[in-house]
C-alpha cells in the first residue's frame, strides 16, 4: 500500500509504519546518548503509545533499563484502512525494548474499563511481580464509567463567559478569531469525569489491592497551565477545573502511599505538538509562537527532552523531587520563563495571516503534526509500497 497523509480538521486518518518506526527510533537515540537514570525497574505507562506516554515509556526503558508495560486505545490495520499511529509507534518500541534485552508488554484497550485493569494486574503478576512506577498519561475525548456505565464527553470551553482569541487552521496558515460559548453545568461535570482524577485513583486503588504495587511505588500524571492568554479557554475552563481535580488526586495519593515511603505527583509539562494539543482552538497558535521564541532561544523541547528532564532531575535525580508552592513538578519552567513569556506575548499581539510563518513556527507546527502519524519524516520514501499490517511482538 502506498500510504500519504489523509486530514480531516486536526485529525489525520492514516499512518505510515516506517515513518512511525523512525520517530520512535529518534526518541530512543535521544535518551541512549544521555547519562543513564538510576530509576524504576517495573513501569506501567496508561497512555503509552503517542506524546507524552510513549516518550515517558521510552525513557523508562532506555534510560533507567526498566521493563515496561503499555496500555493504550489503537487500532490495527484493517482492509484499506492503516493503523493508527499509536499502533505503530508501539510495535517500534516493542521491537527495540526486545533487541535491547528490556522485557516489554502491551494491553490494548479501554484503559478506563474494570476489564482492561484486571488485564494488566494479571500480567503484572505473572511477568513481573510489581510495579514501582505508574504513569498515568490519558488524554481522551470519552469515558465510559466502569460501575454506573455513563459515558461521559470532555469538551474545551471557558466557565462563565464567552472566549474570544486568535486562533490558526495549521493547514492553511489562516488566523481567525475563535469564539468560544461558556460550557454548561452538565459539560463541566462530564470533562472532569473524563480528564479528571478518578480513572488514576481506580488504576492505583486496584493495583494496590491487587498487591500488584511495590509498597514505595511514585505515580506521576501530567498536567498544563500555560500562558495568560490561553487561561480562559484551558486553566480556567473545563479542561483546567479537570486539572484541578487531578491535581487534588495526587495529593491523596500521596498520602495514600506515602505511609509506606510510596510518592503521587502531578507534573506539569511544557506545550507541545501532540494528537490532543492539535484540538485545542488557540493553542496551535500559541504553540508556533512559543517554539519560534524557544528555538532562538535554543531552549526549545520536545516531547523526550522533557521526559528525560522529569525522570532523571526530579523524579529520580539525587535530590528530593522539587515541586512548587502548591506541590506540582514544574518541566514547564522554561517555557513559562517571563522573557519568554513576555516575547510571546509580543508576537502574539501582531499576529495575523499575512505574517504568521514570518513571526511565529507556524511551519515548524505543521510538520510536526504530520510526523505524529509518521509523514514528513527525513530518509522515508512516501512513494514506496509499504505493509501496513504490522504485529505487536507482546500484545496480550
Ligand atoms: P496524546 O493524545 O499524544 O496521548 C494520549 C494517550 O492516551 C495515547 O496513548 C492514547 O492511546 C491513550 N488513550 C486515550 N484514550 C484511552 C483509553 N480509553 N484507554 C487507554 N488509552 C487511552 O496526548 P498527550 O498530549 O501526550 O497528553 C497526555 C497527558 O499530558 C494529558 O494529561 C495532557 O493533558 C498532558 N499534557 C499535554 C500537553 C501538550 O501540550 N500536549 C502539555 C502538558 C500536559
Redo the contacts with the bound molecule.
Sequence with gaps: MIIQPKTRGFICTTAHPEGCAQQVQRQIDYVSAQPAITGPKNVLV?????????ASRIVSSFAAGANTIG????KAAEGARTASA?WYNSAAFEDAAAAAGRKSYSIV????SDEIKAKTIDLIRTELGQIDLVVY????PRRTHPKTGETFSSVIKPLGGTYTNKTVNFHSGEVSQATIEPATEDELRQTIAVMGGEDWQMWIDELSAAGALAEDATTV????IGPEITHAVYREGTIGAAKNDLEATAKRLNEQLGAAGGRAFVSV????V????SAIPVVPLYISALYKVMKEKGIHEGCIEQMYRLFSERLYGSSETAVDEKGLIRVDDWEMRPEIQAEVADVWAKLSTENVYELSDLEGYRREFFQLFGFETDGIDYEADVNPEINIHNLR
Design positions: 496508561i497512555g503509552a503509545s503517542t506524546g507524552y506516554g510513549l496500555v493504550y486505545f489503537d499509536g484497550g479501554d484503559a478506563f498519561s490519558v488524554a481522551s500524571a501530567y498536567s498544563y509539562n511544557k506545550a507541545l501532540t494528537q490532543s494539543s
